[in-house]
């Protein structure tokens, strides 16, 4: 067992193998052990449904086997990030998310197929779900930036161009959705220009602790949890994203310092978000360990 001596990754590794799912194991394996994209694949292959989503509590808050856009979301981000974003694998996601959209084209957070399976009470199940950014603009995003070609894609970025330029009050998790589509979006001026509005948008509102010594005097988004705020790193996951402009050299590496020292004990990082069931925020911490070594990996920080 690695020691309290240990490098920050070699505790993350205990914890890893201590608590992580299959999936989560194979990608870290992947990302720091040097372990092959095909076993990361194979281990997602396992929440894949016949109709082309992914399903069985892929995303921990949502549980039971049916499809849903958040979790195929999911995988469309660890396809992306094995370099996997291709191919009949992601056309028949598409396929899915045609399938599964609304009438303006977009993705509703969640179809009412959930009805009846354990769920997160903060995520809503209604019969007729508008279609949200939240869900939309991370899948276009990431598609787009994989270079994909689909006839889905047309009025879903017209929606999600639509959404963003419309954000006026919002949440942080909105945010992040927004970042995720622009990021990705293949027209980068008009990207540039929404990015801009956005970043003043989130200093004026407060959406991101820019003092963690101080974060108690930023306020909470209705409905989150105490304590679930979100900070410079979770906007700017990469030095690339165009979210990094948001933010001074200064208030970044503060937030890169307060995420480093957030490693528990045991080496993972903690949820923030409201615990409602004993087995998501057991799934939900590696989840959230390997999305923090992620991020501080890419900022350049040693993990050694």
């Given at each position: 067992?690695?020691?309290?001596?240990?490098s920050?990754?070699?505790?993350?590794?205990?914890?890893?193998?201590?608590?992580?799912?299959?999936l989560?194991?194979?990608?870290?394996?992947?990302h720091?052990?040097?372990g092959?994209?095909?076993?990361?694949?194979?281990?997602?292959?396992?929440?894949?449904?016949?109709?082309?989503?992914y399903?069985?509590?892929?995303?921990?808050?949502?549980?039971?086997?049916?499809?849903q856009?958040?979790?195929?979301?999911h995988?469309?981000?660890?396809?992306?990030?094995?370099?996997?974003?291709?191919?009949?694998?992601?056309?028949r996601?598409?396929r899915?998310?045609?399938?599964?959209?609304?009438?303006?084209?977009?993705?509703?957070?969640?179809?009412?197929?959930?009805?009846?399976?354990?769920?997160?009470?903060f995520i809503?199940?209604?019969?007729?779900p508008?279609p949200?950014?939240?869900?939309?603009?991370?899948?276009?995003?990431?598609l787009?930036?994989?270079?994909?070609?689909?006839?889905?894609?047309?009025?879903?970025?017209?929606?999600c161009?639509?959404?963003?330029?419309?954000?006026?009050?919002?949440h942080?998790?909105?945010?992040e959705?927004?970042?995720?589509?622009?990021d990705?979006?293949?027209?980068?001026?008009?990207?540039?220009a929404?990015?801009?509005?956005?970043g003043?948008?989130?200093?004026?509102?407060?959406?991101?602790?820019?003092?963690?010594?101080?974060?108690a005097?930023?306020?909470?988004?209705?409905?989150?949890?105490p304590?679930?705020?979100?900070?410079?790193?979770?906007?700017a996951?990469?030095?690339?994203s165009?979210?990094?402009?948001?933010?001074?050299?200064?208030?970044?590496?503060?937030?890169?310092d307060?995420?480093a020292?957030?490693?528990q004990?045991?080496?993972?990082?903690?949820?923030?978000w409201?615990?409602?069931?004993?087995?998501?925020?057991?799934?939900?911490?590696?989840?959230?360990?390997?999305?923090?070594?992620l991020?501080?990996?890419?900022?350049?920080?040693?993990?050694?």
């Amino acid at each position: 067992m690695a020691g309290t001596g240990a490098s920050p990754l070699k505790r993350a590794e205990q914890f890893i193998w201590l608590t992580a799912r299959v999936l989560e194991q194979r990608r870290f394996a992947h990302h720091f052990l040097g372990g092959g994209a095909d076993a990361v694949e194979t281990a997602l292959a396992a929440y894949l449904n016949e109709d082309g989503g992914y399903g069985h509590a892929l995303e921990p808050d949502l549980r039971g086997p049916v499809s849903q856009p958040l979790h195929t979301a999911h995988a469309l981000s660890v396809l992306d990030s094995i370099g996997r974003c291709s191919g009949l694998r992601v056309e028949r996601i598409c396929r899915f998310l045609t399938d599964v959209s609304t009438k303006e084209g977009a993705l509703p957070a969640l179809l009412p197929s959930q009805r009846g399976y354990p769920a997160a009470p903060f995520i809503p199940i209604v019969d007729d779900p508008p279609p949200q950014l939240l869900a939309t603009g991370p899948a276009v995003g990431l598609l787009h930036r994989n270079a994909v070609w689909h006839a889905w894609l047309f009025r879903a970025t017209d929606f999600c161009w639509a959404a963003v330029d419309a954000l006026e009050k919002s949440h942080p998790y909105e945010i992040e959705a927004a970042v995720a589509f622009l990021d990705g979006a293949p027209d980068r001026a008009r990207a540039e220009a929404a990015t801009d509005r956005l970043g003043r948008l989130v200093r004026e509102q407060r959406l991101a602790v820019l003092e963690p010594e101080r974060r108690a005097e930023y306020p909470v988004a209705a409905g989150y949890a105490p304590g679930e705020q979100h900070f410079p790193y979770d906007y700017a996951r990469t030095p690339e994203s165009l979210a990094r402009r948001w933010f001074t050299d200064e208030e970044l590496e503060r937030s890169l310092d307060h995420l480093a020292t957030e490693q528990q004990a045991d080496g993972g990082w903690p949820v923030n978000w409201r615990q409602w069931a004993p087995g998501t925020a057991l799934e939900g911490r590696p989840l959230v360990t390997l999305k923090a070594l992620l991020t501080l990996r890419a900022h350049g920080r040693s993990l050694h």
